[in-house]
């Protein structure tokens, strides 16, 4: 059973960054995919990107091409999601979820950018 | 991008009623179609994957159905606690989530 728990809430500034980290528990976590899906209120699921840490290639939607990238550390079961440039419509949850299809989700973390 | 187009967008049923979501993909995808449910407050929870396969833990009375461009979800007599936002979601390409039902109990 993988568990993913993901790092606290993020008050941020117009033109900031942003990371969120998802620690894996359980599984083999280099071999299954872990992708990052947001959610602004009120709205629905919108898919971000993914990695599969074993091969440490991530694929991201065109969407937030160049504004997002997606790591992970399999020394610490980890993956991270940065997004870059905010603005006030990056104001979301953002979940991180493990397999294909995602079978196993954190608990979200909430980004809210405001000025 | 493989766009999902879900319909409908609402729906009010009342307990015991059959409930049909459909989820239409912009091209074939053949069975790499996935369904989650969303309640408040909560993260997605998986229904069913590839089109028709069953998940462990989910109640029988969701099913699914469809291959290429159209899928169908259905749930055979609705419950109480199955009041929430119903996501199709495609993993053939660059994955995408379809737009949401949301099921209300009258």
């Known amino acids: 059973q993988v568990q993913l728990v993901q790092s606290g809430a993020e008050v941020k500034k117009p033109g900031s960054s942003v990371k969120v980290s998802c620690k894996a528990s359980g599984g083999t976590f280099s071999s299954y995919a872990i992708s990052w899906v947001r959610q602004a209120p009120g709205q629905g699921l919108e898919w971000m990107g993914r990695i599969i840490p074993i091969l440490g290639i991530a694929n991201y939607a065109q969407k937030f091409q160049g504004r997002v990238t997606i790591t992970a550390d399999k020394s610490t079961s980890t993956a991270y999601m940065e997004l870059s440039s905010l603005r006030s419509e990056d104001t979301a949850v953002y979940y991180c979820a493990s397999h294909t299809p995602p079978d196993y989700w954190g608990q979200g973390t909430l980004v809210t950018v405001s000025s | 991008e493989i766009v999902l187009t879900q319909s409908p967008d609402f729906q009010s049923v009342t307990p015991k009623e059959k409930v049909t979501i459909t989820c239409r993909a912009s091209?074939?995808?053949?069975?790499?179609l996935h369904w989650y449910q969303q309640k408040p407050d909560q993260s997605p929870k998986l229904l069913i994957k590839y089109a028709s396969q069953s998940i462990s833990g989910v109640p029988s009375r969701f099913s699914g159905s469809g291959s290429g461009t159209d899928f169908t979800l259905t749930i055979n007599s609705l419950e109480a606690e199955d009041a929430a936002t119903y996501y199709c979601?495609?993993?053939?390409?660059?994955?995408?989530f379809g737009g949401g039902t949301k099921v209300e109990i009258k």
């Open positions: 091209q074939s995808i053949g069975s790499s």
């Open positions: 979601h495609q993993s053939s390409s660059l994955p995408t």
